[in-house]
C-alpha cells in the first residue's frame, strides 16, 4: 500500500526532464507542494504511529527502499525539502547507512545519475 502510494510521486520527479521548457516550472512547484503537503507528512505519521525503524513490521522491506529513494530524488530538486520532516530525516540516514545500501550510495556506484540534457531527446524520441 505504502509503495502505490509513492508511485505517484516517484512518476512526478521521474518525469520532470522530460516536460517541455514552459512547464517545467508549474510542474516543479506542483511537485514541491505534493512532496512537501501530501506525502512526506503523510509518511511522517507512518512513521511516528509505527514507532520502529521501518514503514512496515521491524525490517527492511521494499517499501524502506522506495521511500529511501523517493527521498533521495526529492533533495535532489530541493535540498532542505526535509527540513519540517525529521523522522523522515532520520529514516533517511538509518536506511542509508545500511551497509548494502551506504555502498550502492557511494560515488561510482550503480544509482542513476540525473537526466543528462542531451538525453532527453533520445528518451523522447523512444517514448513518443
Known amino acids: 500500500m505504502y509503495v502505490e502510494g509513492m508511485f505517484d510521486l516517484n512518476e512526478l520527479l521521474m518525469n520532470y526532464d522530460f516536460e517541455p521548457a514552459d512547464k517545467k516550472e508549474q ?52 535540498p532542505d525539502i526535509l527540513a519540517k520532516f525529521p523522522l523522515l530525516q532520520r529514516f533517511k540516514a538509518r536506511i542509508s547507512n545500511i551497509p548494502t545500501i551506504k555502498k550502492f550510495l557511494q560515488p ?13 531527446p533520445k528518451v523522447l524520441a523512444i517514448f513518443s
Open 27 to 78: 510542474l516543479f512547484a506542483n511537485m514541491m507542494d505534493k512532496a512537501a503537503n501530501r506525502y512526506f507528512p503523510a509518511f511522517e505519521k507512518v512513521l511516528k504511529d509505527h514507532g520502529q525503524d521501518f514503514l512496515v513490521g521491524n525490517q527492511l522491506s521494499r517499501a524502506d527502499v522506495q521511500l529511501l529513494e523517493i527521498l533521495l530524488m526529492a533533495e535532489e530538486f530541493k
Open 108 to 120: 561510482g556506484s550503480q544509482r542513476k545519475s540525473p537526466v543528462r540534457p542531451e538525453d532527453v
